[in-house]
T-cell receptor, first 116, second 110 residues
């Protein structure tokens, strides 16, 4: 079954703290794609990263880093030295191939509050 | 470049009235299309996805239906709205690459 679990509903940190958002997924497929999106208060969804199931290299982009571990079916997202502008809802997503296309589902999201 | 249009942006409808939300995509052919709903303070729930004209997969039993009459057009409908249909509806296209989202429709059923 295809499932994405973001167990942390809300996280509150003080500016400059590091914070990790957890994502655990379930899939029967060997080929799949994982994503993180950010939804700021304005409501639009902002793409952050995409990973395919064969690429377990961790990635760093500025203050953002992602840890993909197939052994634990996890794709965690860390923000280093958090800033108030990081306050948003963050979604993890999983895309699997289906006949003719792909099916993409999202986790429930983690709301991050960064206080000054 | 690819763009996705979704309208209207906001909608207030009485219980029992019909619904039609439209989404169109430009700049790509045969896109995978999705309808998601985001209830207040909650995550994105996949309602329908479509891999081609006339091909609709429904993810959750509900009061809504979807249709894809043209390659780049995806419509979300209801014959009679319920209060529980209120929420933020997002159309998206994508697949194994990043998903591109419309601006969303905030539906309030009163």
């Amino acid at each position: 079954a295809q499932k994405v679990t973001q167990a942390q509903t809300e996280i509150s940190v003080v500016e400059k703290e590091d914070v990790t958002l957890d994502c655990v997924y379930e899939t029967r497929d060997t080929t799949y794609y994982l994503f993180w999106y950010k939804q700021p208060p304005s409501g639009e969804l902002v793409f952050l990263i995409r990973r395919n199931s064969f690429d377990e290299q961790n990635e760093i982009s500025g203050r953002y880093s992602w840890n993909f571990q197939k052994s634990t079916s996890s794709f965690n997202f860390t923000i280093t030295a958090s800033q108030v502008v990081d306050s948003a809802v963050y979604f993890c997503a999983l895309s699997e191939a289906r006949t003719g296309g792909f099916k993409t589902i999202f986790g429930a999201g983690t709301r991050l509050f960064v206080k000054a | 470049s690819q763009t996705i249009h979704q309208w209207p942006a906001t909608l207030v409808q009485p219980v029992g009235s019909p619904l039609s939300l439209e989404c169109t995509v430009e700049g790509t052919s045969n896109p995978n299309l999705y309808w998601y709903r985001q209830a207040a303070g909650r995550g994105l729930q996949l309602l329908f996805y479509s891999v081609g004209i006339g091909q609709i997969s429904s993810e959750v039993p509900q009061n809504l239906s979807a249709s894809r009459p043209q390659d780049r057009q995806f419509i979300l409908s209801s014959k009679k709205l319920l209060l529980s249909d209120s929420g933020f509806y997002l159309c998206a296209w994508g697949g194994n690459t990043e998903a591109f989202f419309g601006q969303g429709t905030r539906l309030t059923v009163v």
